[in-house]
């Protein structure tokens, strides 16, 4: 049976070259997977684990986290928060049949047909200051509400950093970072979605698993943290348009590609099988 | 197990040989003396009809490809030598000498006499058939510096490219076609060239010319060589002396081979492209190998760690 024999252009991926693909995307957009306060961009040592980068990513000063605000602390009227980082520092796919990974209970191993099968370590950390440090704050917080009419200068120098100040003005000289790292599995599918002319190709995360945490109740919101970042934070960026892919011919034509649709004789598209993920596509030609 | 591949049905690789075919063009100048006639040339030509099939020994086979040579237009320029007529005496002078001379009229004192302006676009067709295996090439762009990354490179458009190029296995091209109405566009030309020449001449001075040279269209053909087949006198004019079937040889197998690969693509390849500042992710591409069957052609690589 040939590979086209029921479309006009056949491309698969095997799991190997999908994680080489990944390892070579985590190295040249380290800030796709690597997330944190100013802090930690300007002092990428206290990550709780380095960042491996492409040369070229620093030659050309891209950066190697994407800096989010501080964690908010509740009762401060989002005034004031808690540096923080989160990484995403290993990633591996196994596509159907599973073969790479030992899949937790949890996720009903083995891998079903036409699913992949994906293994994360997410790690993060608080900077979390001395005790001190957060009772000054909080009795600065309680002193300024009850002198509201009053001129008081307070020394916010040794107050936790404001949440929305992107340098906090103190930080202790060498900050502690209390890192922990997760190891999270995870089964999804691929899917084609969106409307005629604008296809994607898209990764769906459909459960995930994180390893070893107790209580339950805190796993289960670990868990539904980590999958709604995935899904909303990083796997969309990594959608790929199918309709956008135009191939140029030579400089005598175009290609432009839109998936084969669904038959009995194309059950999946795109399909998961033999450690492959395959696409089928049907092909228009222009000049 | 390789980690990409891509595979190109037979049907979509006709429609795709189709669409390549109809946007070949090429064409060349020139000017050569060939003793008694000069000629100069503009000659081009395109590709129409055929048929591609892949097969199954790994080849793609191109049948009965035809080369419509456009525009083919050709400028014949002859020396034809000087005659005079006139001058003589009307009035002798008894005394010595002429009273009254006739006019003296002198034709073809030029060099070149005549330019014989024949357009012959569209109407010359060569058949091509031939083998090609598909290669690929892995092209390292000669504006690139020993210094420049890859990054570096791409932003200088000078990218290391994978090349999948047709290398022909045999080439046949046959005998330049020339229909029969060629012969009259070259009487046609001959004789409009021979009334523009001579038009100007009094009658008697037109008559006194022909009657010394004959027919000027016969001598024309005489300096020309024409002979007896005119078909054969301009194929062996196109195909010979001035070589449109070498250029057409020449052309289409380095159309193929060389100067339009069939496809192309950068590598590293770039799965994301700039983000504002991010560099784009680029990805090595390995050991790109393709193979063809009677169905489809398959490429095959793998992905550089």
């Known amino acids: ?287 | 197990m390789s980690d990409l591949t891509v595979a190109v049905s037979e049907p979509t690789f006709k429609r795709l040989f189709a669409k390549v075919r109809d946007n070949v063009t090429e064409s060349t100048a020139g000017s050569a003396d060939f003793g008694p006639f000069s000629a100069s040339w503009n000659v081009g030509f395109k590709l129409q009809g055929g048929t591609v099939d892949l097969q199954n020994d790994g080849t793609v086979r191109i049948s009965e490809l035809d080369v419509v040579y456009t525009p083919l237009q050709l400028s014949l320029g002859l020396d034809i030598p000087e005659v005079c007529v006139g001058g003589f005496c009307i009035i002798p002078n008894p005394f010595g000498g002429c009273i009254l001379r006739a006019p003296r009229i002198c034709v073809f004192s030029a060099d070149p006499d005549i330019s014989l302006p024949i357009n012959l676009s569209g109407l010359i067709t060569t058949e091509i058939s031939g083998a090609f295996r598909i290669k690929t090439r892995y092209r390292v762009d000669p504006n690139r510096t020993a210094t420049m990354t890859n990054l570096d490179a791409e932003d200088a458009h000078v990218a290391n490219k994978w090349q999948l190029l047709l290398d022909p296995v045999w080439l046949d091209i046959d005998p330049i076609d020339i229909p029969d109405t060629v012969g009259n566009i070259l009487d046609t030309a001959i004789n409009n060239a021979v009334d523009a020449l001579l038009g100007w001449l009094p009658g008697w001075a037109r008559d006194l010319i022909k009657a010394i040279l004959g027919s000027i269209a016969n001598l024309i053909r005489a300096i020309l060589d024409i002979g007896d087949d005119i078909q054969e006198w301009l194929s062996n004019l196109l195909g010979v002396s001035i070589g449109i079937l070498n250029f057409v040889a020449t052309t289409v197998a380095d159309y193929f081979a060389n100067r339009y690969p069939l496809f192309e693509f950068e590598d590293p390849y770039p799965i994301l492209g700039y983000d504002g500042p991010l560099i784009p992710v680029k990805v090595p591409v390995l050991d790109l190998a393709v193979s063809v069957s009677d169905t489809e052609m398959a490429l095959t690589a793998n992905v550089g760690g």
């Not at chain 1, 980082?85 to 049949?97: G, N, R």
Request: hydrophobic fraction near 45%; include cysteine; charge should be negative.
């Open chain 1, 1 to 287: 049976m040939a590979f086209t024999d029921n479309c006009d252009l056949f491309a698969a991926v095997h799991e190997a070259g999908l994680n080489r693909i990944a390892h070579h995307l985590m190295r040249q957009r380290p800030s796709l997977f690597n997330y944190g306060t100013q802090i930690f961009a300007e002092l990428p040592e206290l990550l709780c684990r380095r960042i491996e980068t492409h040369p070229e990513v620093r030659r050309r000063k891209n950066p190697l986290i994407t800096i989010e605000d501080p964690i908010s602390i509740p009762g401060t009227d989002g005034q004031f928060g808690l540096d923080f980082c989160a990484q995403l520092t290993a990633l591996k796919i196994d596509l159907h049949p599973g073969n790479l990974l030992d899949l937790p209970p949890e996720l009903d191993p083995p891998l079903k047909p036409q699913r992949l099968a994906l293994f994360a370590e997410v790690c993060g950390g608080l900077i979390c200051h001395e005790r001190q440090v957060a009772e000054r704050t909080g009795d600065s917080i309680a002193a300024r509400a009850a002198s509201q009419s009053k001129q008081v200068t307070w020394d916010r120098s040794v107050e936790l950093p404001q949440r929305a100040v992107q340098a906090p003005a103190w930080r202790p000289a060498l900050p502690k970072v209390l890192c922990f790292c997760l190891e999270a599995f995870g089964i999804g599918r691929f899917e084609v979605v969106g409307p005629d002319g604008a296809k994607q190709l898209v990764i769906r995360l459909e459960r995930l698993e994180v390893v070893d945490i107790a209580p339950d109740g805190l796993e289960s919101n670990v868990e539904c943290f980590l999958a709604t970042t995935l899904r909303v934070g990083l796997l969309p960026k990594l959608h790929i348009a199918l309709d956008t892919v135009v191939l140029e011919l030579g400089k005598l034509a175009t290609l432009s590609l839109s998936p084969t649709p669904i038959t009995p004789a194309v059950p999946n598209n795109p399909a998961i099988e033999d450690e492959l993920l395959k696409v089928f596509v049907n092909v228009g030609v222009a000049a």
